[in-house]
């Protein structure tokens, strides 16, 4: 066989080198099988950073060994079982230390709050405004006059509480169609919502109307229709 093709495909060692990189991978395999029903069953959009931190931990120590012939497997288990152990002790110490518990997993933040966002909280997270919207959208979210409030969990989730059928009220749409069409002088007394901040007011014809709650004064037509679940 060519030299380069050999180098391509197997590198620097020998053909013999395989079977044995089979059977690293397959002990491996059932070590991170083990170390992760040790950490536990949450799913990976439910993980907190210092978890994911752990996945990330325990995937480079599993794939070296898997092909590098000079790093021993029992090297890659040590280095497991450290990592778990960590976790384990982090564990511990969050669930009974609420400061260590918010230093690593944050806190809940609250983006939604009758009907308009909270901006103090919304200018911390890093949040792009067409990525919420697409959340919203995703949970059959029309309008933010469907929303009583919003809250960004530890995990990245956001978990959402509705207004009754008869308390939705108008607010800003979230649909791509009915946000685009912005405008600042205002032809007819209707309710409008601010594009920034979603405060929705009755606003008659003005060339100009800053929000009450923003200062801005760029305005969607607001909507009040119910939720289709």
């Given at each position: 066989m060519n030299k380069d093709i050999r180098q391509f495909l197997i590198g620097s060692e020998e053909w013999i080198f395989i079977p044995e990189i089979i059977l690293r991978t397959l002990l491996m395999y059932f070590v991170?099988?083990?170390?992760?029903?040790?950490?536990?069953?949450?799913?990976?959009?439910?993980?907190?950073?210092?978890?994911?931190?752990?996945?990330?931990?325990?995937?480079?120590?599993?794939?070296?060994?898997?092909?590098?012939?000079?790093?021993?497997?029992?090297?890659?288990?040590?280095?497991?079982?450290?990592?778990?152990?960590?976790?384990?002790?982090?564990?511990?110490?969050?669930?009974?230390?609420?400061?260590?518990?918010?230093?690593?997993?944050?806190?809940?933040?609250?983006?939604?709050?009758?009907?308009?966002?909270t901006l103090n909280s919304f200018n911390k997270e890093s949040l792009a405004q067409d990525e919420f919207f697409a959340e919203l959208r995703l949970k059959g979210v029309s309008h933010l006059g469907q929303i009583k409030l919003a809250i960004l969990e530890t995990s990245g989730s956001i978990s959402l509480f509705y207004y009754a059928d008869d308390e939705v009220k108008y607010g800003l749409p979230v649909l791509p169609a009915l946000y685009a069409t912005k405008k600042q002088e205002i032809k007819y007394n209707d309710y409008y919502s601010c594009a920034f901040c979603g405060n929705t007011e009755l606003i008659a014809p003005t060339k100009k109307h800053n929000c009450n709650c923003c200062g801005r004064n760029v305005w969607v037509k607001s909507v009040n229709i119910k939720r289709v679940t």
């Amino acid at each position: 066989m060519n030299k380069d093709i050999r180098q391509f495909l197997i590198g620097s060692e020998e053909w013999i080198f395989i079977p044995e990189i089979i059977l690293r991978t397959l002990l491996m395999y059932f070590v991170i099988l083990i170390g992760l029903r040790v950490l536990g069953k949450r799913g990976v959009k439910q993980l907190s950073v210092f978890e994911l931190v752990v996945i990330i931990g325990l995937g480079s120590a599993a794939g070296d060994p898997m092909f590098y012939k000079e790093v021993g497997i029992l090297n890659a288990i040590i280095v497991f079982t450290v990592v778990v152990l960590a976790y384990k002790l982090t564990s511990h110490l969050v669930s009974t230390n609420k400061k260590v518990e918010t230093m690593l997993e944050g806190s809940c933040t609250c983006l939604i709050e009758n009907g308009k966002f909270t901006l103090n909280s919304f200018n911390k997270e890093s949040l792009a405004q067409d990525e919420f919207f697409a959340e919203l959208r995703l949970k059959g979210v029309s309008h933010l006059g469907q929303i009583k409030l919003a809250i960004l969990e530890t995990s990245g989730s956001i978990s959402l509480f509705y207004y009754a059928d008869d308390e939705v009220k108008y607010g800003l749409p979230v649909l791509p169609a009915l946000y685009a069409t912005k405008k600042q002088e205002i032809k007819y007394n209707d309710y409008y919502s601010c594009a920034f901040c979603g405060n929705t007011e009755l606003i008659a014809p003005t060339k100009k109307h800053n929000c009450n709650c923003c200062g801005r004064n760029v305005w969607v037509k607001s909507v009040n229709i119910k939720r289709v679940t």
